[in-house]
């Protein structure tokens, strides 16, 4: 059974806008934290927090990207190894085709001669 390139190409756009979405959490949990007039220690700590969240969302987006750009390597891969598969079976059909017809000629040749040798023996 072969991969379907194609499917995997979807799955690979579908990481790449999982990825934007991300992102766009990220920067909206930014702006939300950037928004808050709250002040002190307890601020602080969330503001701090709030950072680390949205550094742990820009790496998930990255993950996701990462991933999406191995699946379209993956599918280039196939898809050349297939091209390959197809060229090969091509030149073995071919050589084939012509050994199938090197073997007929031969055949007709040697029954041939074996018929014009029986026919010198025949009274």
């Given at each position: ?5 194609g499917a995997?190409?979807?799955l ?13 959490t ?27 969240r ?24 196939v ?45």
């Open positions: 059974m072969f991969v379907d390139t995997v190409r979807h690979a756009a579908e990481l790449a806008e999982r990825a934007a979405e991300i992102r766009a990220a920067t909206d949990l930014h702006r939300r934290v950037a928004a808050v007039p709250w002040q002190g220690a307890a601020a602080d700590a969330m503001r701090a927090h709030a950072a680390w949205i550094a742990a969302l820009l790496r998930a987006a990255d993950l996701h990207d990462d991933a999406g750009e191995a699946l379209v390597e993956h599918a280039d891969a898809d050349a190894a297939l091209a390959l598969l197809a060229s090969i079976v091509d030149e073995v059909v071919d050589t084939a085709a012509d050994t199938a017809g090197q073997v007929a000629d031969t055949a007709g040749a040697v029954a041939q001669a074996v018929a014009d040798h029986t026919v010198g023996l025949l009274p």
